[in-house]
Nanobody, 123 residues
C-alpha cells in the first residue's frame, strides 16, 4: 500500500510560480512511476507530467517548458515547479503513483492518488 500527500497549491497571479509537493509513504520501492494530473471544472482529468523509477521525466505539450519535476529527489517524494503560470492552468492538481510487483514483496499493481491541491491563477 502507498499513501500520497500532495500540497503546495494556492492563488497566484498570471506569470507567477508555485511549487507543489508530493510525499509518498508505504511501499514506495514498489512504485513504477509518479506524476501529476490536473482537472479543471468541466474538463477531463489530464496528465501533466510523470517521472519513472529511473528518474525519466515526461511532460505534456501544453507545459511548454514551464513546469518541471526536479530529479534530485528521493524516490518517495517529488516536487513540481510551475513557472509562468497562466489562467488556463487553474485546476486541481493531484499527485499520482502506480506500483507493480517488481519485487517479491510487492503486491500486484496499484494506483494511488493524492487528495489534490487547488491551483488558481488570476489574471
Amino acid at each position: 500500500q502507498v499513501q500520497l500527500a500532495d500540497s503546495g497549491g494556492g492563488l497566484v497571479q498570471a506569470g507567477g510560480s508555485l511549487r507543489l509537493s508530493c510525499v509518498a509513504s508505504g511501499d514506495t520501492i514498489c512504485l513504477a512511476a509518479m506524476g501529476w494530473y490536473r482537472q479543471a471544472p468541466g474538463k477531463e482529468r489530464e496528465l501533466v507530467a510523470t517521472i519513472t523509477s529511473d528518474r525519466t521525466t515526461t511532460y505534456a505539450d501544453f507545459v511548454a517548458g514551464r513546469f518541471t519535476i526536479p530529479k534530485a529527489h528521493a524516490q518517495q517524494q517529488i516536487s513540481f515547479q510551475m513557472n509562468n503560470l497562466k489562467q488556463a492552468d487553474t485546476a486541481v492538481y493531484s499527485c499520482h503513483a502506480n506500483s507493480d510487483p517488481r519485487y517479491y514483496f510487492c503486491a500486484g499493481g496499484g494506483d494511488y492518488w493524492g487528495q489534490g491541491t487547488q491551483v488558481t491563477v488570476s489574471s
